[in-house]
């Protein structure tokens, strides 16, 4: 199955880089009005994810095992993995959709522990350029990955855009934009073009299969 290098490679930098920016509080779940806005979302979980790689007390492995945590908290990976099989969702039994969704969560996990890199993550920061409604009531958060030492310090390294929807009154992730390309335009041209040569079964063992490769 082929991957996007670009989209591989700055997935998730939310869940890798921190920015300096005031953290919205604990709110009630019943009280709409303090329920925090897609944008305080993203600044709790960058500054969320700040506070473990900085953990001097914690190895790699246990930085990348919070880190995934805090993905798994804010990505809704059923609405992404539904976005990602377009049309064909629709075609799936209960079983099946229920393997898809778990072989996709797995291939987005497996991700982010070949990303994080708390060395790489202190070299840069985000700068969160604003954020918009879209027309289904979704909300995009626009942010910029910038270097910070050395000859890099003023220097734009990529821009990435967030999609969050309420869910169940908390914005979660459904889709991360990179420098224009969408990650789940990416999969979806993939997974459609598997689909269309070998049905879910075929999708499924691919998924598997590069998952137990990656495990390895």
């Known amino acids: 199955m082929r991957t996007s290098a670009k989209i591989i490679q700055l997935l998730v930098p939310m869940f890798v880089w921190a920015v300096a920016m005031p953290v919205a509080r604990a709110a009630d779940p019943g009280d709409a009005a303090?329920?925090?806005?897609?944008?305080?979302?993203?600044?709790?979980?960058?500054?969320?994810?700040?506070?473990?790689l900085g953990d001097q007390h914690l190895s790699h492995d246990q930085k990348a095992q919070k880190v995934k945590q805090i993905a798994h908290d804010h990505i809704s990976f059923e609405v992404m993995s539904r976005l990602c099989l377009g049309r064909y969702w629709r075609g799936l039994n209960d079983d099946q959709r229920t393997r898809y969704v778990e072989e996709f969560q797995q291939l987005i996990t497996n991700t982010y522990a070949q990303m994080i890199d708390p060395d790489k993550a202190m070299d840069r920061d985000v700068k969160i350029l604003g954020d918009r409604e879209e027309s289904d009531g979704d909300w995009t958060v626009r942010t910029d990955i910038i270097g910070i030492r050395g000859n890099d310090a003023n220097h734009e390294f990529d821009k990435v855009d967030y999609r969050l929807r309420n869910l169940q009154g908390r914005?979660?992730?459904?889709?991360?934009?990179?420098?224009?390309?969408?990650?789940?335009?990416n999969y979806r041209a993939q997974f459609q073009e598997i689909m269309s040569n070998g049905g879910i079964d075929h999708l499924l063992k691919v998924l598997h299969d590069k998952n137990a490769a990656t495990e390895k």
Do not use: C, N, Y
């Open 171 to 185: 914005w979660k992730v459904i889709d991360f934009t990179i420098d224009d390309a969408s990650l789940v335009a």
């Open 34 to 52: 303090t329920q925090p806005t897609a944008r305080q979302v993203i600044d709790q979980v960058t500054h969320d994810v700040l506070t473990v």
